[in-house]
């Protein structure tokens, strides 16, 4: 008997998320297992509200293939926390939901949080012997999710900053002026796309000249006396920092200024750490131009700058997911295993999504290396095979084709 499978999309958008969701629908489609794909609108809490589309009908072939290259959340997202209490009425009403919508397969396009409620749908289901599949396809430009080699978005997210920093390294160089330009990343606890910075030096001793990371402790003397050190070397430095930069205390460098709100996870709303050391700077050296620059979104959905290798992957991802789930696989997040770097090769395999949930996979500690200031090459002979190739768009009058949800 035919089952439908439904789909959502959760926390922050990608570059790739919409080719990861690419993924469902195709393979989906060309499954007889499965009759309907189903979209949830704004993730589980949209759909809980009877917020949903039918992708196998709403899309045609055309719209789908634009689909693959369109970046942000076709579906919309949410960032909607499940009952800790697997015994709230939410889930007996949920379920009622997948029953009279004969949902047999459930994916969920997400990170940390994302594997969260994967968790707790797969062990209620489990404990009410449902007989729904349920599996999670990872997603984060943060890189952090645990037991896999790297995550859909990370790669385009990482090809944007090394790009951008670079352009920011060739304005900030025109002029003779000792000058400081601070270039804010994405990045609570993990460093991973701050480090992509590295990616924009030319040669050796090129900028970003100074390069801070989460997992190091930041302490403003020994900042102050590294620029100090690096003006030696070049008269306009270019700094990239992590939003996430904390002291020995665990205090984040943006609290210096305000309090921080938090999201609904619990989760600090990170900004201003950037202006907050463009201000130090400043006070501390007396004629020099100092700036601060915060990518802020444009970093994690940037389309035009996507990874050709990311959108391949991602689409994988949510194929292989499918894949999973019609082989009886539920409860369990689809993982990228790296076999090979030289050439570059990688297979999908799963891991039980218990494992991955409420996880953070930090930056290794062995690939921070200048005192805490730089990154190690065995880091970029990680991360360059992530950032290869470009897409062949569609273009309309100079600007790119996406797809919009009616």
Known sequence: ?????????????????????????????????????YGMIN?????????????????????????????????????YKLPDDLSSPFYPALFEKFRTMEIGYFFYIGGNDSMDTVSKLSRYAAHHQSDIRFIGIPKTIDNDLILTDHTPGY????????????????????????????????GRH????????????KFKGDNPLLIYLPETAFEFEEFSSNIETAFHKNNALVICVSEGLSNGSG????????EVPVDSFGHKTLTGTAKMLESFVRSRFEGVKVRSVELNVSQRCSGMLASATDIEEAANAGSEGVKAALKGVTGM????????????????????VNQVCNQEKPFPSQWICGNGTDVTDDFLEYVLPLIQGEVQRKMEDGRPLYLYRK
């Not at 035919?2 to 926390?11: E, F, L, R, Y």
Request: negative net charge.
């Open 190 to 201: 993990a460093g991973w796309l701050t480090a992509a910075s590295a990616l924009a030096r």
């Open 155 to 186: 790669g385009s997210a990482a090809k944007y900053v090394a790009d951008t920093v670079r352009e920011i390294v060739l304005d900030a160089s025109v002029y003779q002026k000792k000058s400081v330009t601070i270039i804010e990343l994405m």
């Open 1 to 37: 008997m035919k089952k439908n499978a439904i789909v959502g999309q959760s926390g922050g958008p990608t570059a790739v998320i919409n080719a990861s969701l690419y993924g469902v629908i195709k393979e989906g489609m060309c499954r007889e297992e499965i009759g309907r794909v």
């Open 43 to 79: 993730g589980i809490e949209g759909f809980m509200s009877g917020n949903y589309m039918d992708l196998t009908k709403d899309l045609t072939e055309e719209e789908l293939e634009l689909l693959k290259l369109t970046p942000a959340a076709y579906l919309g997202s949410c960032r």
């Open 333 to 352: 997040m689809i993982s990228f295993h790296r076999t090979g770097n030289s050439p570059y090769s990688m297979e999908c395999t799963t891991v039980d």
């Open 251 to 258: 205090k984040f460098i943006c609290e210096y200024t305000d």
